[in-house]
């Protein structure tokens, strides 16, 4: 079964300092993923997708990484804000066109002063 | 240019009840797809249309059904509500597929008592 876990659950950090979310899955056959920032009450926005052959991309302050071999993806924030306090979903396509998606639980990320 | 738009924003039906749910995407894109959201189980795939065709669904009782138009606007319909189907129901457009993104709507809360 097609499963994404991401970790941790919940996140608690201090304004400025920098974190990581981890992202691991097993989907296959691979086609891309993708890390969705979603603030309370509202829909994901996309941050980042990368396919089987990226290993990085950037938006700004959000670096995401992905190894395809050890199925695993990391989302780093930098000099974290008080708005990045959200939900960060990860999301794993199977295929393209005719995909399917799997969707993490997400990391619940608090930013305080 | 318009997101994706849902409509009510906010739903209180009673148990036994039917609700219809709409979503407009973005103009020009023809994948309009469906997701369930709910604490504990994250985001779940209710299914995709794609030039009023469904192409993938998930895996929810057939209480839960959808349409799309030839405008490409999509209906979602819930059956014999049940107390369980209080969640955010979310929904995201794309042109074609995964490579090209989905972009949400700001959802439809449905409460169930």
């Known amino acids: 079964k097609n499963q994404v876990e991401q970790s941790p659950q919940s996140l608690i950090i201090l304004e400025g300092k920098n974190c990581t979310l981890q992202c691991n899955y097993t989907v296959s056959p691979f086609s891309n993923l993708r890390w969705y920032k979603q603030d309370t009450g509202r829909g994901p926005v996309s941050l980042t997708i990368?396919?089987?052959?990226?290993n990085t991309k950037s938006n700004g302050r959000y670096t995401a990484t992905l190894d395809a071999d050890t199925k695993q993806s990391s989302l780093h924030i930098t000099a974290s804000q008080l708005s990045d306090s959200a939900s960060y979903i990860c999301?794993?396509?199977?295929?393209?066109?005719?995909?399917?998606?799997?969707f993490g639980t997400g990391t619940r990320l608090t930013i305080i002063p | 240019k318009a997101g994706v738009t849902q409509t009510p924003r906010y739903l209180i039906k009673t148990r036994g009840q039917q609700v219809t749910l709409s979503c407009s995407p973005i103009?020009?894109?023809?994948?309009v797809s469906w997701y369930q959201q709910t604490p504990g189980q994250g985001l779940q795939f209710l299914f995709e249309y794609f030039s009023e065709t469904q192409r993938n669904k998930g895996n929810f009782p057939g209480r839960f059904s959808g349409r799309q138009f030839s405008n490409s606007r999509s209906e979602m319909n819930v059956s014999t509500l049940e107390l369980g189907d209080s969640a955010l129901y979310l929904c995201a457009s794309s042109l074609e597929g995964s490579f090209y993104g989905y972009t949400f709507g700001s959802g439809t809360r449905l409460t169930v008592v």
């Open positions: 103009s020009g894109h023809r994948s």
């Open positions: 999301v794993v396509s199977e295929d393209f066109g005719n995909e399917k998606l799997t």
């Open positions: 990368m396919t089987f052959s990226e």
